[in-house]
């Protein structure tokens, strides 16, 4: 026990004070809270406009797009909690700082994860809760062990899910001269695609947001297994039970792509 | 004054070279917009498809949605702009010393950046549209004419707002969530996700209340041809009148600004 503890400790002295720095500007604080806040509500009220209009899109109504909406985003909240500063490693790159990371007797991807901890990100988080429990309670849901069960299950391959596909983005960032914007699409584009109805995308996005990028497993589908509606073609309801294996297709790529990545790095110089 | 005005066009054409070598950022860039464009087409293609939807057709719809989606280089709503950069960094000294105009400078960079990446991004994005689902484009001349204007008004609008933004750099440490919370508010208000058509009356009153459907949705709609005549100029009308506020106030932040500023070292 004490030796773990002693492993994770500078991990966590390093998040403690990455916490304890962003509390001390009180006014940058809050208002990172509210433009963290703001980008979930702008998102929601997207899709909600939308809904507000026809009533039923892609054949899921407004109660089972809040389901969809809420897991998918709660997900995605949690994973950006956790991986969402790898945006930074063009940054680091560039400024030949990410040479420390490698000096260090801890593993990279390890303290680049660890290495900051957005207390801001707590507020989209929250709110994407808020969603969800408005599906919940709305959704006409047959609670039972099986539903709770696909539940926990979504939400801890969701995460999985959505950090996997920011360690892929971070691991290409080796390879690409300023590619943020690039991996942007499916970042963030994956968590756009994620909260909207799969069934409306033609093929090559369901293919490709489906089984490449699976987002589709992060919200979607699980709603549609959730609720005992069909899936479209191509992607049946009964796939929402295999997030793991997407989850797990997910990191296969992440580790392949991130050791390419790292060991392809040549050093800032100096 | 000859010489005064060429400076500006010198530093407009100077941001049109510079972002001319970072062709590979600008492909980047154009596939993430065709990425978020096709999913955003899916999903407005099938709610037209569903009722009636702000009187878009098929083919106005798509022509909104890969217009709007190829502007989006050129009006850069991220939020940033240099000059928080150089607040942050002291560097905003030198810029007021300059015997150039600070913002009018910044202006006619950003519209030379913002000229060049209409090349690699808005045309290929309204080809994209034109191949897979094809486009309603007007076919006389007029709305063309309207449109370049209405979007070099809409770059100039978005340049001057998040300028004015950045200037809060002179009072808050850091910026970042005032340029987030700028940034989700003024792409929605602006119509890039849901055209401002489509939203319920009192959201579409307070959208049309900010400049941030003349940044974008207004660009769109003249040079798509959903406004037409008379309609038309009185849009761009009401963008000239935003040009003229955000200017205003981002001149009146500058100059606060300028008072407060303290420079460390020398």
Redesign the interface.
Known sequence: MSRTRRRFDPYLAVISSRIRAQRSYPVSFRLDMLGALAVGVTEFAEVWVIFAKVGVLGGLNFHAILLVFGLSNLAFSSADMVAGHLDRIPEYIRQGTLDVFYLRPQSVLAQLMTSDFELRRVARIAFSGVILSFGFALGGIHWNVRVVALVVLTYACGVAIFAGIFVCAGSLQFFLINGAELTNSFTYGGSYAASQPASLFPNPLKLFFGYLAPVVFTGYLPTLAILRLPGPAGLPSWLAWCSPLAAAWVWILASGLWRLGIRHYQGGGG | MQGRRNVYWQLARAGFRRESH?L??AF??L??NV??G??KA???L??VG??N??GYTTASMSAYVWVSQGLLGAIQLSGLAEIGDRIRTGDVAVDFIRPVDMQAAHLATDMGRGTFSLIPRGVPSVLVGAITVGLALPTSVMPYLLGVLSIALGVAISFLGRFALNLAGFW??????????YM??S??LAGL??PVG???SW?ARIALATPFPSILQTPVDVITGRVTGIAAVEVVGRQLFWVAVTCLVGRAVALAGRRKLEIQGG
Do not use: K, N, W
């Open positions: 970072y590979l950022a980047a860039g596939l993430t990425v978020f096709f999913i899916a999903i407005l099938a709610a569903s009722g939807v702000g808050i440490v850091e910026t970042r969530g005032l340029r987030v919370l989700v508010v792409t929605f996700f849901v489509l939203f319920p959201l």
